[in-house]
């Protein structure tokens, strides 16, 4: 039977790491641990959970750090967490059944909790491949990605994941992400980082370049990130008010990307403050509000996409209340926003509130 071990580095991770590992070591063999520097008490957590300690001096690198901490591994398959992802399900006998067969990758479910400008956390989903053979290495200082021809396909396990909740790793990845770009200048994964990277800082402004630029070079089929780039890419145009540019993105990509409701969200959210910027010039795309809302609904919350989680359910049910409610036909509005509260939505139920209604 093959056996498993869980890899990590570590930095000051005292927050999450106990955490982490109380729920995710029911799944492997070993735990096999590399820090990188914590002046905290993480080292002495991973020694709590029985994991065995290697050190890597930082160097702005985190394939290099992976790849020793995977070195240090003597199990046959190797599952790479971060400290801040914790197993919500999956069992080790569904894992066992995946390693035995072998001849492939395994994609973890990760579900990725941030902050609205609203103060709302929501979650996206993302799935990323951290099971691998052992012999299986990564590259890429900043995102790393495993290098191997095999094919990636989804295992039965779900992670919620906060750090995108904490303070300070925009900086640092961007400063890796910059340095990489000077090397690969026209490599479009790296510009889809860049660019996301700054767009989550809210720096509009220089994330338009990178998002330019990727949009130019992503090829149009072969990549997991490029749909990601373009829904990002048009919020960020949003900010900007370059609705004309957005615009013939939207309409460039509708083909392809319809069937995606992250896609139709940004979309109505797109023709919302589009029209309301220059009522008078934009007025014929008035109706495309409300039809993007409704497709994302008729989309749904799709088993395997990436995705924001509420794009194809509440949220649009409760934008097309709000839009309801600002035309006036209130009943309507009460009607997609109980569909919102019933999943679970506290804005909907507010507003619902707000009109009298339960």
Request: glycine share 10%.
């Amino acid at each position: 039977m093959k056996t498993i071990g869980l890899v990590m580095i570590v930095k000051n991770e005292g927050r999450c790491l106990g955490k982490c590992l109380s729920l995710a070591k029911g799944l492997v063999d070993g735990i096999y641990i590399t820090d990188t520097g914590s002046d905290d008490n993480t080292v002495e957590i991973a020694r709590e959970h029985g994991a065995h300690i290697s050190h890597f001096a930082w160097r702005d690198d985190f394939a290099a750090a992976k790849n020793y901490a995977l070195e240090q591994s003597p199990c046959d398959w190797n599952l790479i967490l971060d400290a801040d992802e914790y197993l919500v399900s999956g069992r080790r006998k569904e894992l066992q059944a995946f390693v035995e067969k072998g001849g492939r990758l395994g994609a973890i479910e990760r579900h990725d909790s941030y902050r609205e400008d609203s103060g709302e956390i929501s979650q996206s989903c993302t799935y990323t491949t951290r099971l691998i053979p052992r012999g299986t290495f990564l590259e890429g200082r900043v995102h790393e990605q495993v290098a191997s021809d095999l094919p990636v396909v989804a295992v039965p396990l779900v992670f919620d994941h906060d750090g995108y909740l904490q303070e300070g790793k925009g900086e640092r990845n961007l400063e890796i992400l910059l340095d990489e770009l000077g090397a690969a200048p026209e490599d479009s994964y790296l510009l889809y980082q860049a660019a996301r990277t700054l767009w989550l800082m809210k720096e509009y402004v220089r994330a338009d370049k990178y998002f330019e630029k990727f949009y130019r070079l992503v090829p149009v089929t072969g990549t997991g990130y490029r749909m990601n780039g373009i829904v990002s890419y048009i919020y960020n145009l949003i900010e900007l008010g370059k609705y004309d540019e957005g615009l013939e993105v939207i309409e460039k990509e509708k083909n392809r990307l319809g069937g995606y409701a992250d896609f139709q969200f940004a979309c109505g959210t797109f023709y919302t403050k589009m029209v309301f910027s220059d009522v008078q010039r934009y007025i014929a795309y008035l109706p495309e509000i409300e039809r993007s809302y409704r497709r994302c609904l008729k989309i749904g919350e799709v088993s395997g996409h990436e995705c924001v989680r509420g794009n194809g359910s509440f949220k649009a049910a409760y934008n097309l209340g709000v839009w309801f409610e600002v035309n006036g036909k209130q009943q309507a509005a009460r009607t997609y926003y109980r569909q919102a509260a019933a999943l679970g939505y506290r804005p909907a139920a507010e507003r619902l509130r707000g009109l009298g209604g339960k």
